[in-house]
């Protein structure tokens, strides 16, 4: 069954890090863009970060941009997202999402695969 | 940045009942948006890409219009396991893949 299962989440004061993690199984990772979305408790969808298959064009929100790393090891299947400086309102549930087409090598299409999502919570 | 809105915001409707939500881009985003479903504690679903395209398996009481800033997703009868919360996302114009704010759908 094609797989996604994050990782890495967990209870952080606010200014410290965390790093997140993302396997993926049954699917040829390498050909596939990559995306971090997340949400807050109660709240909507927020697009966070995304990569392409070849780490050739990396995106991210206005929100996380600076604090935020996305990165991939094709070699290891495995997705991440470096968080720093966090923030209270980091808090949410964090989920990486596959692009459906590995056409859209540059992350821009449609997500079709999703982990269950890793919580982040920034509190004092 | 292209801001998506979606109207409305929540809905109350009955299983049977052909249900309507619309999705709007602040600028064209040509046919480059995708649907979602999201139930509570679950990720989200892909229900339909490139505007219109449904993704495998979505049955096809889900449809979907549009181009250009003006998207709609029906579901012609609405069924018990479609009351969830619907997301549009643009990719025409990035950064950001915008989502839309979502709209609840209730009995």
């Known amino acids: 069954e094609v797989q996604l299962v994050e990782s890495g989440g967990g209870l952080v004061k606010p200014g410290g890090s965390l790093r997140l993690s993302c396997v993926a199984s049954e699917f040829t990772f390498s050909r596939y863009a990559m995306h971090w979305v997340r949400q807050a408790p109660g709240r909507g969808l927020e697009w966070v970060a995304s990569i392409s298959t070849s780490n050739t064009y990396i995106y991210y929100g206005d929100s996380v941009k600076g604090r935020f790393t996305i990165s991939r090891d094709n070699a290891k299947n495995l997705l991440y997202l470096q968080m720093d400086s966090l923030r209270v309102d980091d808090t949410a549930v964090y989920f990486c999402?596959?692009?459906?087409?590995?056409?859209?090598?540059?992350?821009?299409?449609?997500?079709?695969?999703w982990g269950q999502g890793t919580l982040v919570t920034v509190s004092s | 940045a292209v801001r998506l809105t979606q109207s409305p915001s929540s809905l109350s409707a009955s299983v049977g009942d052909r249900v309507t939500i619309t999705c709007r881009a602040s600028?064209?985003?040509?046919?480059?948006l995708a649907w979602y479903q999201q139930k509570p504690g679950k990720p989200p679903k892909l229900l339909m890409y490139d505007a219109f395209t449904l993704d495998g398996g979505v049955p096809s009481r889900f449809s979907g219009r549009g181009s250009g800033t003006n998207f709609t997703l029906t579901i012609s009868s609405l069924q018990p396991e479609d009351f969830a919360t619907y997301y549009c996302q643009q990719f025409n114009s990035y950064p950001p893949f915008t989502f839309g704010p979502g709209t609840k759908v209730d009995i």
């Open positions: 600028q064209g985003v040509s046919s480059a």
């Open positions: 999402a596959r692009v459906r087409d590995p056409r859209y090598f540059d992350a821009a299409g449609a997500l079709d695969v």
